[in-house]
C-alpha cells in the first residue's frame, strides 16, 4: 500500500524557519512527482511546490525565494524548508504524489499525507 | 481568487444526481484533458475521485464521473449518499509560467 507520513510543522515567529518532511512507503520519491500543497483555515487547496522525478523543481510565486524542496532516496522521502514565514503562510501543508499511469503522468494527486499544521505567530 | 471557478454550494437530496462545475480558460482546463477532481471531508486530506477528466482511480465508486465541453469541467454524482456530503475540488494542468497544477475554489456539497 502507498503511504505517505508527514512530520514536522508547529507554531513559529514570524520571520521563522520550520522543515516539514513527507515519508513515503510503497512506492519511491524519486522516481514519482510529489507535491506540496496548502490549505489555510476555512479555505480551499492551494498548490505550494512540486518535484519532478528528475529533479526539478515548481514553486508557487507566493513562495518562491523563501520555500525549498529537497528530497533523501535513503529515506524515501520529500521535505519542505519555509523560511521568513509570513502570517498568510499558516495553514495546513500536505505532500502528495502524483498518480502515474504506465509511466505517464495526469496532474492528479493520488496519495496524500494526513496533512500538518503550520502557525505563524507574532 | 481562484484560477477555476466553482460554484460556493451546491444541494441535493438522497438519491438525486447533482453537477458541480469548474469553469477555466484555453490555458488550462480548454486546452489539456488533465483536469482532477478531489472529495475533502472535515479535518481530512484531499482523496482523488477523477482524473483526465473523466477516469476514476481503482475503489472510486462509479457514483462519480467526469466531463468537459469547452473551458468547463463537470463532476456529476449520482444515486447522492449522506457520506458524499463534502467539498469538491477541481483541478488543471495549466501553462501558465511558474505553476504546475491550478485549482478551483472548492464547492460545498450538502446532501
Redesign the interface.
Known sequence: EEQLVQSGGGLIQRGGSLRLSCAASGFTVTSNFM?W?RQAPGK????VS?FYSGGGT????SV?GRFTLSRDSSKNTVSLQLNSLRDEDTAMY?C?KE?SVAGHT?????V????TTVTVTS | Q?ALTQPASVSGSLGQSITVSCTGTDSDIGGYK?V?W?Q?HPGN????L???VS?R?SGVSDRFSGSKSGNTASLTISGLQAEDEA?Y?C???TKRI?????????TKLTV
Open positions: 507535491s500543497f480551499g487547496l492551494e498548490w512540486t515548481y514553486y508557487a510565486d518562491r500536505y502528495a498518480i495526469y496532474y492528479g494527486m493520488d496524500w499525507g494526513q496533512g | 481562484s488533465y482532477s478531489y475533502q486530506p484531499p482523496k482523488l477523477i482524473y483526465d477516469v482511480p467539498d475540488y483541478s488543471s494542468y511558474n505553476t504546475y497544477v491550478i485549482l478551483g475554489g472548492g
